[in-house]
């Protein structure tokens, strides 16, 4: 019996052309090249220009995935932005990407889910290519985090910066088992009990203004570590694939440390890890499309490679999704 999958027909990528080094940081807050790449892995990150927005950058984004999909943005009829950085409150960025591309008429709306923006997004879109109600989707997650950071505060500046990556998606025919291409599973996770452990202490319907973000970095390191366990394990049981079998392991690029954390303890060799925090620091729900277009267009990701993606952000949210490339 056809079973509908939702295959990645191609992926892009943008980073804003600034880059902000460790030792540019030296002289903004407290701290040292030497403490954030022990810490964190990260080298340097990249900040949008003054008249670059999210919406600019998920554009440069999304049309790299449509030239490397062989496909004209008419073609898309579902357009999903995964951010917590829109451009504004409304109307949604997705909007924005949808007239910056020249595609019009097609459902276009903003998901936020933070850090796992890019898992729920990928999540939402693959419900709608899998019911037939859409042919094709672009799924984009686009940051500009450098306007929500404190850059007074040490503990979370050093971490952040802006970028963009895309994936297009279409609907595709499979025999409903775990060797067709496409997404096999997806694992979507939230508890808002944790809210206070990382959040943006401002808003429209609170203060009134975008706010900063805040962090307990400890807290959520050691929550990130577990919980990303339960829904990878989750994501092999359910498509019927073991750890052994995994090609790629491509998770959101928030700390070297929790990256390799978790991949020991899932036993998921480094070898297999996807790793490019230390070029972007922590894009939120655009680091795993960075990470991915990395990894594909230096030969790594092949086609038929079984790729586990997963993450962790603010709300709590966490997410996983297997797919075969
Ligand atoms: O995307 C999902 C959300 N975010 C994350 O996944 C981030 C999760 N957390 C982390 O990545 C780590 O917890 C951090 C990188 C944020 C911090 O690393 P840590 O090893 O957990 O350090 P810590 O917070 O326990 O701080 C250790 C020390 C503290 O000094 P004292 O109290 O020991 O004297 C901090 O004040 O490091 C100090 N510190 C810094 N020192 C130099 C904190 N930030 C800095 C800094 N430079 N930028």
């Not at 939230?190 to 959040?199: A, I, Q, T």
Request: net charge negative; charged share 25%.
């Amino acid at each position: 019996m056809t079973h509908l999958r939702s295959i990645v027909r191609g992926c892009g990528s943008y980073l804003p052309p600034r880059i902000l080094t460790n030792k540019e940081l030296e002289s903004i807050v407290a701290t040292s090249d030497e403490w954030i790449v022990q810490r964190t892995g990260i080298r340097e990150r990249h900040i949008a220009a003054k008249d670059e927005t999210t919406s600019t950058l998920g554009i440069k984004a999304a049309e790299a995935a449509l030239a490397d999909a062989g496909l004209e943005a008419a073609e898309i009829d579902l357009v999903v932005c995964a951010t917590s950085t829109p451009d504004y409150t409304f109307p949604s960025t997705a909007t924005q990407i949808q007239h910056g591309l020249g595609n019009y008429g097609s459902a276009a709306f903003d998901l936020q889910a933070v850090c796992s923006g890019f898992i729920y997004g990928l999540a939402t879109a693959d419900k709608f290519l899998t019911s037939g109600s859409h042919k094709r989707a672009l799924v984009v997650g686009a940051e500009t985090f450098s306007r929500i950071i404190d850059w007074e505060d040490r503990g979370t500046c050093v971490l952040f910066g802006d970028g963009a990556g895309a994936v297009v998606l279409e609907a595709a025919p499979g025999e409903g088992t775990k060797a067709d291409r496409g997404i096999l599973t997806t694992q979507l996770r939230s508890d808002g009990r944790y809210r206070d452990k990382l959040y943006v202490d401002g808003g429209p319907g609170s203060t009134g203004t975008t706010g900063h973000l805040r962090m307990e970095g400890r807290e959520v390191f050691k929550f990130a570590v577990g919980k990303v366990m339960d829904v990878v394990k989750d994501a092999f049981a359910d498509a019927g694939v073991t750890p052994e079998e995994l090609d790629w392991f491509v998770p959101h690029q928030a700390n070297r440390r929790i990256i390799e954390a978790s991949a020991d303890k899932l036993g998921i060799p480094r070898e297999k890890v996807v790793i490019t925090v230390e070029k972007h620091g922590n894009t939120s729900a655009a680091s795993i499309p960075l990470a991915l277009d990395a990894a594909r267009r230096d030969g790594r990701i092949k086609p038929g490679d079984l790729v586990m993606l997963e993450a962790i952000g603010g709300g709590f949210t966490w997410g996983s999704a297997l797919l075969r490339w």
